[in-house]
């Protein structure tokens, strides 16, 4: 069975601050994963995909990197702003998603 | 236009009673799905239909169940209303789940906020 685990749970940073959010996976027999924000009250907005046979994805300021063998995925975020204040969640695909309890992010102005 | 929606965004019900969720994607997809997402902002998938067919049904009372009359509609009916159904029932879809199971990126819709009395 899988399981997905975040860390930290919460990170509270100052504005312009270069950040890394963990992902931690059992199973890594994966197909894809997939990073995900979600703003209070709101759904999943899809981040970046990484599929298995990728190393790593990138989109503007932010760069997600997936070691399948150490079951392992990071998303670096470069030069924080206040709006990219929200819970960050993983998850991954092994024929169903398992998502991680998610990062809580507060970048201060 | 919205890519998956669902309807309503909040249900508010006594217990005992029944309700229905809806869910519509405009992506094209083949692959919908239900997962809730309970208080602590676990989010844990229900059921999954590929093409109308249902290939991931986990371990969820059957007082929930989910009809696909088209690759582009997933609804979720509940019977039965109890406490603890009090969640965020979130819809998604992605291109074709494989034969290996391998699927594409998963879009989500805003949630319906389903609080039962």
């Known amino acids: 069975k899988q399981e997905v685990t975040q860390i930290p749970a919460a990170l509270s940073v100052p504005e312009g601050e270069n950040l890394v959010l963990n992902c931690s996976f059992t199973d890594s027999a994966i197909y894809n994963l997939q990073w995900f924000r979600q703003d209070p009250g709101k759904g999943l907005t899809s981040l970046l995909l990484?599929?298995?046979?990728?190393r790593e994805q990138t989109s503007g300021r932010l760069n997600a990197s997936l070691d399948k063998s150490s079951g392992r995925s990071t998303l670096y975020i470069a030069a924080s702003q206040p709006g990219d204040s929200a819970t960050y969640l993983c998850?991954?695909?092994?024929?169903?998603?398992?998502f991680g309890d998610g990062t809580t992010l507060t970048v201060k102005p | 236009d919205t890519a998956v929606s669902q309807t309503p965004k909040y249900l508010v019900t006594q217990m005992g009673n029944d309700k229905s969720i809806k869910c519509e994607q405009n992506l094209g997809h083949d692959t919908m799905y239900w997962y809730k997402q309970d208080s602590k902002k676990f989010l844990k998938i229900m059921f999954s239909?590929?093409?109308?067919?249902?290939?991931i049904n986990e371990t969820v009372p059957n007082r929930f169940s989910p009809k696909s009359p088209d690759k582009a509609h997933l609804n979720l009916h509940i019977n039965s209303l109890e406490l603890g159904d009090s969640a965020v029932y979130f819809c998604?879809?992605?291109?074709?789940?494989?034969?290996?199971?391998?699927?594409?990126?998963?879009?989500f819709g805003e949630g319906s906020r389903l609080t039962v009395l």
């Open positions: 990484i599929q298995s046979s990728q």
């Open positions: 998604a879809s992605s291109r074709r789940i494989g034969l290996a199971g391998e699927g594409g990126e998963l879009f």
């Open positions: 998850g991954t695909n092994a024929g169903k998603s398992t």
């Open positions: 239909y590929n093409n109308k067919e249902l290939i």
